[in-house]
C-alpha cells in the first residue's frame, strides 16, 4: 500500500530539467526528453505545453506566444536550411 502523496512530475525541478535540454537542442523529440530525464511521456509533454509554454513548429520547440509571421518565419528558415542539405 502507498502512503502519503506521489511525486509531481511538474515539480520546479522536473521542468527545469525538461528546459534544460529543450534549451540546448530545440529538435529533441518527446521520446529522447522522457528517456534523457526518467520522466513519463506524458508528464513531458504537459510540461513542455503547460507549464513551459512552448509548441511544436516543424521540428523545433518554440514559444507558443510567437505572432504568426513569426512562426511563418522559422517553418521557412527551416524549409530552406532542409533544402540545402
Known amino acids: 500500500m502507498i502512503t502519503g502523496r506521489l511525486v509531481d512530475a511538474s515539480s520546479g525541478h522536473c521542468c527545469h530539467a525538461v528546459e ?3 534549451m540546448s537542442d530545440r529538435r529533441l523529440k518527446v521520446q529522447e ?3 534523457e530525464t526518467g520522466i513519463f ?3 513531458v509533454i ?3 505545453l503547460q507549464h513551459l509554454d512552448l509548441s511544436k513548429v516543424c521540428v523545433r520547440w518554440v514559444p507558443r506566444f510567437l505572432m504568426l509571421i513569426q512562426k511563418s ?3 521557412e528558415k527551416n524549409f530552406r536550411t532542409a533544402v540545402s542539405l
Open 20 to 22: 534544460t535540454l529543450v
Open 33 to 35: 526528453i522522457a528517456i
Open 73 to 75: 518565419f522559422h517553418v
Open 41 to 43: 511521456y506524458g508528464s
Open 46 to 48: 504537459n510540461i513542455l
